[in-house]
């Protein structure tokens, strides 16, 4: 038998593996389902993007470089600064990234140092369980900071005690959030990236959905909080662009952070192929297919807010492609998911596959069709119905 080291001994399965096994059994019985369950984008790629992919393609297939093409590097850094008013240099602030999960998993084994008392890594939950895997992969341990209802779906900065904070690592937050669709106001990061700097570890600052409101303005960056030491934001074109499959993100920031990751990446990866860093080009520079985009999802967004307020049905947050649900009646998120799956026919995301914090809520992802998401809006309507009479 081959040994292995304990920390892939004991990584636990991906919770979304289950749910892949509840839709095959009912695809296989026959079933017509609808899936609202992981986070896929179904959104057209736009036609543009297609083509700038395609004619990246070269005769001669090479390595790309490490740090990637300095094209990308200025059209992110371009966008940044038309975004998020922040002037950065393409050369020493901006990374970019094999997908933005290549950063979240791998970020811990370049900041955790036990000889030195920086052994944790802290996290918000409920959330996306990559973080903390990738913390524990590198042998930290793992605080848990929860989001509820009462603080805003925020974490309590202010609970954590200095000693915590002396230990800490790095600080993962991510917003607007998955999967409560929460936004963090600019004073939330200003405080976060303050006790960064305070105590010596790194604002990681996952902030994927940025370009996904509905309620609001735009949200803010923590990249905008006046000092990039100690900060990094990480971004990423599979949600803004209906990119998850080019696996196209960047990391910018604290130059002494990007830089050390620039001098690891020869070792441990690389930067996407060119063909797909010539696509990411041209999506960064344009905005009317993100406007697009996100009108796509707010109609998809309507149908389900009026039908859960025709119910008296909780729902929380205002961006995001994700509506974060009270289940009703008290029942364990579980429970509802596959009895929606069942009688229904629609899969959802248990919210205590985000961790025990989650329970109580169920995630819907907006992932599908508008017509998809009207046929499961009146699917949902029957069985609240059924439910809110029997």
Request: net charge negative; charged share 25%; aromatic share 8%.
């Amino acid at each position: 038998m081959v040994n292995l080291s304990p920390a892939v001994r004991n990584v636990a399965p991906y919770p979304f593996e289950e749910l892949d096994r509840h839709r095959r059994k009912a695809l296989e019985a026959g079933r017509d389902v609808i899936d609202f369950g992981v986070g896929d984008p179904r959104e057209v790629t736009p036609a543009f993007i297609r083509r700038a992919l395609a004619e990246g393609v070269e005769a001669v297939s090479s390595y790309p470089r490490a740090a990637g093409l300095q094209e990308l590097r200025g059209a992110i850094s371009g966008w940044i600064g038309r975004r998020f008013g922040v002037e950065l240099d393409p050369d020493v602030h901006v990374l970019p990234l094999l997908g933005s999960k290549e950063l979240v998993f791998s970020l811990a084994q370049a900041v955790v140092d036990p000889a030195a008392g920086r052994d944790l890594v802290a996290v918000t939950a409920p959330g996306y369980p990559i973080p903390e895997r990738g913390a524990r992969y590198a042998g930290a341990d793992v605080r848990r900071l929860p989001l509820d209802e009462t603080g805003g779906f925020l974490p309590d900065l202010g609970a954590v005690d200095p000693a915590t904070w002396r230990r800490t690592a790095v600080l993962w937050l991510n917003y607007p959030n998955n999967p409560t669709g929460a936004v963090a106001p600019i004073e939330h990061l200003r405080l976060a990236a303050g006790l960064a700097r305070e105590y010596g570890f790194v604002l990681a600052s996952d902030e994927a959905y940025s370009e996904l409101w509905f309620e609001g303005g735009p949200p803010p960056s923590a990249l905008q909080t006046g000092d990039l030491r100690n900060v990094v934001a990480i971004n990423t074109l599979s949600k803004r662009s209906s990119m998850t499959g080019y696996r196209s993100g960047f990391v910018a920031g604290d130059p002494d952070l990007v830089g050390a990751m620039k001098r690891i990446r020869p070792s441990i990866g690389v930067t996407p192929q060119e063909f797909v860093q010539r696509a990411s080009i041209v999506a960064w520079n344009d905005e009317a297919h993100v406007e697009r985009n996100r009108d796509a999802y707010a109609a998809k967004r309507r149908v389900f807010r009026d039908l859960f307020a025709r119910h008296d049905v909780a729902v929380a947050g205002t961006a995001t492609f994700y509506l974060w649900v009270r289940v009703p009646d008290g029942r364990p998120s579980l429970e509802w998911a596959l009895d929606l799956l069942d009688r229904g026919g629609l899969i959802v995301a248990p919210g205590s596959f985000f961790g025990p914090e989650g329970e109580g809520f169920v995630r819907i992802a907006l992932v599908p069709g508008l017509e998809d998401c009207e046929k499961a809006a009146a699917v949902l309507d029957g069985l609240l119905g059924r439910e809110r009479s029997a």
